[in-house]
């Protein structure tokens, strides 16, 4: 196929992935922040909303101090940053324009529908902190992932047009799961040390509610949230999807199976097989003795590289 | 209601063509929010799929719908088989026509067409002289504007012979229906159209160059997502199964032609270019052309890769050259054109001239060179001052223009806000060339001017569309 092609593909899958998770972050934000002022954390929840989307540093420079309207226009609606909601919507669907022969009817029948609908809700809003409006775009960024991900799941064929769409789902999922560790590694502490209360605890839901792993937690441990259990669960647990294990399984197998259908192996397959093996041969407990912070740097770098790699490969000729 | 002085397609409401007798019925009894909601339908389902175009110079709306008008213009079979004779037979002559300018040029020395609207012509490419294209076919793909008059007489308003657009609102048109109104459609034995992309293949790979596999690779070459037409050169693409490239894609080794693939360079045998020849190569033509592929026409001229349509074409579809189709077709022929021209004045000859301008009001002047509807005056509906400006443009650069009456257009019922009404129409059937010769698929874009009156059908100037209908002749009861 088309290095284009693929390419586009590509980043459709991760534009439609980080669509997803930015909602997620503002949702949970949100709900964190109307906490009664007493029981909640400080007032650094949005700060922490914006370092776990990668776009601190842009909003610092574009606006300066954090405020909650400005953190919620930034990541929602601003066109100035690039991961903000809309800005993800609008170049996911531009790459699958770009690419449309290569999607299924279905595929392109749910981005442009889902892009078409962005478009009316944003026309309509008035007031940017009008909470319904807000509310409704949230769920469709949201709704528009899941659904973009199941028409390729039920519809394309297993070729390598599928399998680049995959690779970027997961690259894109293995760094937003490992973000948003590292802006919370200061509260996710190894059992040996004893910490928290009640605030603690509104934080550490809150990630876990973050990736929509509230329940799955509960099914995988039966116990009370434990901040080394949800360290374990989003980065060792095969079971979970957003896991970095999880996610580099599925990053191992769509190149492997680029590799075969094109009879040739290269530096991506070889350190996505390197981290993988990392992760199967740790435990979380040898993780947070090598520290948490420095695991997760790590991690992202070599995520990093891999996808510069990919890019190198395939993408770029 | 259809005027008196126009053809209308349907007839008169009481006593309608026989071909019309079924539409006719079912637009009488449909009732009346009918039209109106599957007209809405049609629209969401086309912005849903994308089916969108361009237009240059509005910001506002980048991407609009071209208006679908759902009552279908409904052609007889035996008026098809007619018109098909005479689309074969003209294309034939345009390929032949093409042969002998950028070969050795007879029709020029026999003083049938004057050698100047060739050679000064800016469509006319040097760099395709003494250049074989395989089985001499320069148009694969030609679209012939067609109006009808009367009962009986075809005209051609155009040729066009470059990259002629419309052929997926042809398809996409005919999905509509079949979906928005499968009962009328179930009444009728309507030619298919599907057929389009499996002929067009066929015909792209009857003419792959030497050297080309017996799996010749075709792709269709884009100017990319911001062109006007770029929703349908990527459903053409899909439809037959072939990659879509922009000029970056594509890379010229050895004179050979590759696409840039996950999997290292591909060579290409044919390309369906939907990039104008200015555009094409910087090395061969505009410099600053970003779109094109550096070295591409070396690799054409080589015989290492096919282009559809070949280069050069335009110099036969230029409307100049038009007002010469009735002997072009006679001196490669022999025989007499079977589709009428319409009666032209040329501006570069000094008695028609004169006759232009004196008679503005009454005529449509376009330019040798223009498309799309632009930069022509349409005499009966413009104003005073227009006229004028007009006349000086005329008078100042002359050979640039053709003046032709006001074609007294067919009309056909469309549906509008107001309710059932007469609207202008053209035809626009695709005529495609491969190596074993010409075929048309039956059927065709109707254009249909929305505005009351207007006779401007071009959807840049917000025209529409409606599906076309070749029906069996009813049997005579």
């Given at each position: ?35 009664p ?70 595929t ?50 297993r ?22 560790l ?40 039966h ?94 000729h | ?5 126009y ?15 079924q ?23 086309f ?28 052609i ?6 007619a ?53 001499g ?36 048109n ?5 979906r ?72 010229v ?122 930069g ?102």
């Amino acid at each position: 196929m088309l290095a284009r092609t693929a390419d586009n593909l590509y980043w459709l899958a991760r534009y439609m992935e980080r669509a997803d998770y930015v909602a997620r972050i503002v949702n949970t934000t949100r709900r964190l922040a109307a906490l009664p002022a007493a029981r909640g954390p400080d007032r650094e929840e949005w700060r922490s909303a914006l370092s776990s989307t990668g776009a601190l540093e842009a909003y610092t420079e574009a606006r300066g101090a954090v405020t909650p309207a400005g953190a919620i226009d930034f990541l929602v609606f601003d066109p100035a940053n690039p991961s903000s909601i809309v800005n993800c919507v609008d170049a996911g669907r531009a790459n699958a324009r770009a690419v449309r022969t290569a999607l299924t009817a279905e595929t392109w029948d749910t981005i442009n529908s889902g892009w078409l609908e962005l478009n009316r809700l944003r026309g309509a809003r008035v007031d940017r902190t009008d909470s319904e409006a807000l509310g409704q775009i949230l769920d469709l960024a949201v709704k528009l992932s899941l659904d973009v991900d199941g028409c390729s799941y039920r519809t394309m064929l297993r070729n390598d047009a599928y399998w680049f769409g995959r690779l970027g789902l997961y690259i894109e999922r293995a760094d937003n799961t490992a973000r948003l560790l590292d802006v919370k590694y200061n509260i996710l502490l190894p059992e040996t040390e004893v910490v928290g209360g009640t605030l603690d605890y509104f934080q550490w839901t809150a990630i876990l509610r973050a990736v929509s792993a509230l329940t799955a937690y509960n099914w995988v441990y039966h116990d009370s949230v434990k901040p080394w259990l949800i360290a374990d669960l989003l980065v060792l647990r095969p079971e979970m999807p957003r896991s970095l294990i999880s996610c580099y399984d599925n990053i191992q197998r769509f190149l492997d199976a680029i590799a075969r259908a094109y009879g040739r192996r290269g530096a991506s397959q070889r350190i996505a097989r390197h981290v993988l093996t990392r992760l199967e041969n740790t435990s979380i407990n040898e993780v947070f003795s090598g520290g948490l912070h420095e695991f997760i740097t790590a991690f992202v770098e070599d995520n990093d590289r891999l996808g510069a790699e990919i890019a190198e490969q395939y993408l770029i000729h | 209601m259809p005027q008196a002085q126009y053809f209308d397609e349907m007839g008169a409401r009481d006593t309608p063509r026989a071909v019309y007798a079924q539409v006719a019925r079912w637009l009488a009894e449909a009732p009346a929010q009918l039209l109106e909601s599957r007209r809405l339908q049609a629209e969401l389902m086309f912005r849903r799929m994308g089916i969108t175009f361009a237009v240059y110079g509005d910001n506002e709306a980048t991407e609009r719908l071209i208006p679908f008008d759902i009552v279908p213009r409904v052609i007889g079979r035996s008026e098809w088989n007619a018109l098909e004779k005479g689309l074969v037979q003209r294309v034939k002559a345009l390929n032949m026509f093409l042969a002998d300018v950028y070969g050795k040029g007879d029709i020029l020395r026999a003083g049938v067409v004057p050698s100047e609207l060739v050679y000064r012509n800016a469509a006319f490419r040097p760099e395709m002289v003494g250049v074989p294209v395989p089985h001499g076919v320069y148009v694969q793909i030609a679209g012939i504007d067609i109006v009808r008059v009367d009962e009986r007489d075809f005209y051609v308003l155009e040729d066009n012979a470059r990259t002629p657009s419309g052929v997926s609102y042809m398809l996409e048109n005919r999905e509509a229906m079949m979906r928005l109104l499968p009962d009328l459609f179930a009444e009728h034995r309507v030619s298919p159209v599907e057929a389009y992309p499996n002929e067009l293949r066929a015909c792209l790979k009857s003419l792959a160059p030497r050297g080309a596999g017996a799996d010749s690779v075709i792709v269709v070459l884009t100017p990319g997502q911001f062109n006007s037409a770029y929703y349908e050169h990527s459903f053409l693409a899909d439809k037959l199964g072939v990659e879509l490239v922009e000029g970056r894609d594509l890379f010229v080794r050895d004179e050979e032609v590759y696409m840039r693939t996950t999997q290292g360079p591909k060579r290409v045998d044919v390309i369906y270019r939907r990039v104008d020849d200015d555009f094409l190569d910087p090395l061969a033509f505009r410099p600053d052309s970003e779109l094109g592929v550096p070295g591409l026409m070396a690799a054409y001229q080589a015989g290492n890769v096919t282009l559809a349509n070949a280069v050069g074409t335009g110099v036969a579809d230029d409307k100049a050259i038009y007002t010469y189709m009735p002997e072009i077709i006679r001196f490669y022929l022999g025989e007499d054109a079977l589709l009428k021209n319409v009666p032209t004045w040329r501006c570069r000859e000094p008695d028609s001239l004169k006759y232009v301008l004196e008679h503005l009001g009454e005529l449509v002047v376009k330019e040798v060179n223009g498309s799309g509807g632009y930069g022509m005056l349409v005499g009966p509906h413009a104003a005073k001052d227009e006229i004028a400006a007009f006349a000086r443009k005329l008078e100042h650069d002359p050979d640039n223009f053709i003046a032709q009456p006001t074609l007294a257009l067919s009309t056909c019922p469309t549906s509008t806000p107001e309710g059932l009404a007469s609207r202008h129409v053209d035809l626009r059937p695709f005529v495609l060339t491969g190596a074993d010769g010409s075929r048309v698929v039956p059927g065709g874009l109707t254009r249909v001017a929305l505005k009351e009156g207007s006779l401007v059908v071009n959807s840049s100037q917000g025209g529409g569309t409606k599906d076309t209908w070749v029906v069996d002749d009813p049997v005579a009861v």
